[in-house]
T-cell receptor
Framework: QQQVKQSPQSLIVQKGGISIINCAYE??????FPWYQQFPGKGPALLIA?????SEKKEGRFTISFNKSAKQFSLHIMDSQPGDSATYFC??????????FGDGTTLTVKP | DTAVSQTPKYLVTQMGNDKSIKCEQN?????MYWYKQDSKKFLKIMFS???????INETVPNRFSPKSPDKAHLNLHINSLELGDSAVYFC?????????????FGPGTRLTVL
């Protein structure tokens, strides 16, 4: 049973465009929703995270939108740059500490 | 000054062999994890230790045995390696167990079983 569904699997965006990656979860016990960024040959690194009591969080060009009633959250990358090309994972975690990751989205930003 | 380090970075071995991957974190974190990332980049948790105690043990073959000699180290031993074990294995750590804990990942160990 996949508890966190991520889409799209891959995404190609022109430089300066907006990249949008969506995730949906099933378990209402999740209460922390981080996004990780992974470059080839590297480990994932935390990009931005949100709690369910907040509907939006913005850090620079990266914004998480959270819809608790729909059990969905999304990552928006404004003014996408070639350096943003990476694999992005959404995740959801609960008090036991276990994080469930989405299947990842490979983002390619074309110059 | 690497936060989470793993050795070796690459591991190529034959089917049936036994191998170990070592992980160390110098962040003073209480909790450590092992993840497996397959060729499709799917990231799945395998184990988690908090202060040397196993707290998460996913459905992983018992050929995989984690060991935590202290809270800064979490090693992964794999017996009787199979072709399907080929993957990148990531160690990670977080300050505490529980939510809202940022996980810091190591650089990964690429295991290839021939």
């Amino acid at each position: 049973q996949q508890q966190v569904k991520q889409s799209p699997q891959s995404l190609i965006v022109q430089k300066g465009g907006i990249s949008i990656i969506n995730c949906a979860y099933e378990n209402t016990a999740f209460d922390y929703f981080p996004w990780y960024q992974q470059f080839p040959g590297k480990g994932p690194a935390l990009l931005i995270a949100i709690r369910p009591d907040v509907s939006e969080k913005k850090e620079g060009r990266f914004t998480i939108s959270f819809n608790k009633s729909a059990k969905q959250f999304s990552l928006h990358i404004m003014d996408s740059q070639p350096g943003d090309s990476a694999t992005y994972f959404c995740a959801a975690s609960m008090s036991a500490g276990k994080s469930t990751f989405g299947d990842g989205t490979t983002l390619t930003v074309k110059p | 000054d690497t936060a989470v380090s793993q050795t070796p970075k690459y591991l190529v071995t034959q089917m049936g062999n036994d191998k170990s991957i070592k992980c160390e974190q110098n962040l003073g974190h209480d909790t450590m994890y092992w993840y497996k990332q397959d060729s499709k980049k799917f990231l799945k948790i395998m184990f988690s230790y908090n202060n040397k105690e196993l707290i998460i043990n996913e459905t992983v073959p018992n050929r995989f045995s984690p060991k935590s000699p202290d809270k800064a180290h979490l090693n992964l031993h794999i017996n009787s390696l199979e072709l399907g074990d080929s993957a990148v294995y990531f160690c990670a750590s977080s300050l505490h167990v529980g939510t809202r804990n940022e996980q810091f990942f190591g650089p990964g160990t690429r295991l290839t079983v021939l």
